[in-house]
C-alpha cells in the first residue's frame, strides 16, 4: 500500500514530481471559498485559472502522482501580499489564504516532510 509523501520547496521536491500547469481551470470548494472571504479577499479575486509564474511551495504525493500542490503568487491589486492556493491534481482549490509577501516562514516544522532522497 503506497502512502502519500509531503514535500516542501526548502527540503527538497523531487524534479520527477509533475508540476501543476499554468493555465489550469482552477474550481473553489466552499471551504475555500470562506477562507479566502475570511481573510479579506473578495470572491471576484480568486483566479479563474492558475498563473503563467507562481512558486511551488508544497507537494503531496502518491508514490509518483501528485494529489496536491500548494502554490503562492501575488495579486496586482494587493501590494505586498501573496495568495496561496491548495490545490488537489484535478485543479480543485481546497483552501486558500493570504502571505505577507516577505514571510519567510521560519517556523516550518521539518519534521512533516519527507526528506528527498529518503
Given at each position: 500500500m503506497l502512502l502519500t509523501r509531503l514535500y516542501?520547496?526548502?527540503?527538497?521536491?523531487?524534479?520527477?514530481?509533475?508540476?501543476?500547469?499554468?493555465?489550469?481551470?482552477?474550481?473553489?470548494?466552499?471551504?475555500?471559498?470562506?477562507?479566502?472571504?475570511?481573510?479579506?479577499?473578495?470572491?471576484?479575486?480568486?483566479?479563474?485559472?492558475?498563473?503563467?509564474?507562481?512558486?511551488?511551495?508544497?507537494?503531496?504525493?502518491?508514490g509518483d502522482r501528485p494529489v496536491k500542490w500548494?502554490?503562492?503568487?501575488?495579486?496586482?491589486?494587493?501590494?505586498?501580499?501573496?495568495?496561496?492556493?491548495?490545490?488537489?491534481?484535478?485543479?480543485?482549490?481546497?483552501?486558500?489564504?493570504?502571505?505577507?509577501?516577505?514571510?519567510?516562514?521560519k517556523t516550518l516544522d521539518h519534521s512533516r516532510?519527507?526528506?528527498?532522497?529518503?
Open positions: 516542501h520547496r526548502d527540503i527538497g521536491i523531487p524534479s520527477s514530481l509533475p508540476q501543476p500547469a499554468p493555465g489550469t481551470r482552477l474550481g473553489y470548494t466552499n471551504h475555500a471559498i470562506a477562507a479566502a472571504a475570511q481573510d479579506g479577499l473578495p470572491r471576484g479575486y480568486l483566479p479563474a485559472t492558475l498563473p503563467t509564474v507562481f512558486d511551488l511551495i508544497e507537494v503531496e504525493a502518491l500548494v502554490v503562492r503568487f501575488p495579486l496586482s491589486d494587493f501590494n505586498g501580499w501573496n495568495i496561496v492556493l491548495a490545490v488537489s491534481w484535478d485543479g480543485v482549490v481546497r483552501t486558500v489564504w493570504f502571505n505577507r509577501s516577505d514571510d519567510t516562514h516532510y519527507t526528506q528527498v532522497g529518503a
